[in-house]
């Protein structure tokens, strides 16, 4: 049986503001058609370590591998490798002068040289696939929270990228508006789509997510499958974290 | 001739003299706008120093005397221009300075999460900064630039003093043949209203003709 | 030679920097006249009729809207004359300077008034202060606090304008460096030692503005960018 093929690898991960260490050493691996997620309280480092894997955010000390190419050398073309990524904000950071087709159209025409008509089709159906093709000409500013980040995916996925990286993508929408996303995000992990999602949505992590990572402080304390971390922990901070969220969310939907 | 038809005549030769010098400074001012903005906010420290001192001192000059070190000073160290390119040039590096005030400002104002999504989907510096900031950022600086260039319309009048022939310096000399300051100046002062005033509703047409929802032409 | 170029130093440079005082006139009689007209310009376009606001901005439209080198000319050939006025360069000069900056700074505060909110007008009121004492008491205050940085900027224009009046005679700063030129025959040092004076009162000038401003921020009042 073939080993699963290691779409990304993480060694050693370091960053730190100051004095303030965010990450202290973070290792490990995504495979392909993995949806890994990675939760923990505010301030654990979550939601750096994304932004430190495509270099959007420079690491003191560690490594990046995407597909066997090392990220984190300075002399490897850092934009090469972020086209491989799809990358979903929190705050969608859809750009605000471009119509929402156009948006997924953008990095096709300026980064990939792709033609015009060619990209353009591309986007539509992109869009099609996260639902909004009746949307294509609106501006962000006239699209739902939901919307935006549904179009934000279609941006990302128009790329036809490797792996998906979900920075807290619901953490910013109205509760009503989570679910629209959360399904979208769970239809591309069912067709294989290889995902990093930095996440509290529980039901979404137990649904689709195969690992979970646990951080604490900069590491990561604990790492199993969702069901396994939520309901049956043998750590203690692992066990009160989750008791908290669900008190905080309630029953969470599976 | 009588004195009306001769004012008048020499007047609109000199308002074409005044719409030539415009059509030359405004676009290239505008650029250099861009550029100096650009310069100052993404450049490396030496190339941005430079172009904040150029921006600090076409600021800080004023206008007429920059005109006067153009076309008088600099003869001296074997630069000569005409009285109309002295002109330009002053206006071009005046309003280029004032400009890329503005367009700096909107350049600064752009949330950094358009440079992060740029920048993740694989965008160089370059990209980025064409293709997402300055699209927006120019938009934001609209009023800002154009403000300035409603300015260079009615500042063009100090082109006299290095010896063009433009609407006022045609009414001052036709003031000096013939006395009659109150019809003379009055003249010319419509002649720049009616300049300053289309351009005006020139420009508010073009902010609402880029107007894109949620990006706000202007803060 | 050297001996000119001390003589250039020794006399010539004072007495253009003599031109400083008159320069400061003009700049200190346009914004305070500016400023008078300016502000009840701005409440007027703010809080006044329908047909107050027309008068108003025709005003502003028109002083916005001519050179002020037209202006000057105008003014000084043809209207005062007419107007049976006997205004020397100086004042005719001060006169229009500031008749113009009065549509300009009208408009910084009719920006800043309108920045401050209906809300404080309200509070006001109801507290039982009429409309006048409303604004005089509450809104000016906060409004002209964050005017300030758009006054910097009025200012350093104004100074840049005064250099205009030359064409007057007033005998500031730019029309003795003309003399000094004329008398020399060098056009090179007196105007970029001009231009250096120039430089030095704009960014020390609105240096010591902005000052002011950090000494009299209110925290929590919305600065104007």
Known sequence: ?254 | MSFWESFLSALSEGSIITLEMLALAIPVSMILGVVLAVARVYGKKPVSAIAAGIVGTFRGLPLIVTLLILFFALPKVGVYLTPFWAAVTGFILCSGAYQSEYVRGAIRSIDVGQSLAAQSLGMNRRKEVLHIILPQAFRRALPGVTNEIIYLILYSSLAYVVGVSEIFGVAKHFNSLNFRPMEIFSTAAVFYLLMATVAYAGFRRLESRLKIPGLDVGR | MLGEFQTMIWEFFPYILGGIVWTFGLVGGGLGMGFAIGLPVAAGQAYGSRATNAILSAYVWFFRSIPLLVLLFLFYWGIFPALGYKLDPLACSIAVLGIRSGAYQSQIFRGAIESVGEGQLMAARTLGMSKTKGIYHIVLPQALRVSIPGWANEYAIMLKDSAITFALGVLEILTRTRYVVMATMDPFLPYFFAGGVFIVLTYGGTKIINLVYEKTKVPGLIRRA
């Open chain 1, 1 to 254: 049986m073939t080993a699963p093929e290691i779409v990304l690898r993480v060694e050693d991960l370091h960053k730190s503001y100051g004095s303030n260490t965010v990450l202290a050493g973070v290792t490990f691996n995504v495979t392909k058609r993995e949806t890994k997620i990675v939760c923990g309280p505010s301030g654990s480092g979550k939601s750096t370590l994304l932004r430190c894997l495509n270099l959007l955010t420079i690491p003191e000390k560690g490594s990046v591998w995407l597909e066997g190419i090392e990220v984190t050398d300075p002399s490897v073309d850092i934009n090469k490798a972020r086209q491989k990524i799809g990358f979903v904000f929190q705050d969608f950071n859809l750009f605000a002068h471009f119509t929402a087709l156009r948006n997924v159209s953008a990095g096709l025409e300026i980064v990939k040289g792709v033609r015009k008509d060619e990209a353009k089709k591309i986007a539509l159906e992109a869009l099609q696939k996260v639902g909004l093709e009746e949307h294509a000409k609106k501006y962000p500013a006239e699209l739902s929270g939901g919307q935006k980040q549904r179009v934000a995916i279609a941006r990302a996925l128009a790329m036809n990228p490797v792996i998906m990286f979900y920075d807290e993508p619901t953490s910013a929408l109205d509760p009503q508006l989570i679910g629209e996303v959360l399904e979208v995000m769970k239809q591309l992990a069912r067709e294989g789509m290889t995902s990093l999602v930095v996440t509290h949505e529980m039901g979404f992590a137990q649904s689709v997510g195969d690992e979970m990572l646990f951080m604490m402080e900069g590491r990561i304390l604990e790492r199993g499958t969702p069901t396994a971390l939520i309901t049956d922990s043998g750590n203690e901070v692992t066990r009160e974290f989750f008791k908290s969220i669900n008190k905080l969310y309630g029953r969470f939907e599976k």
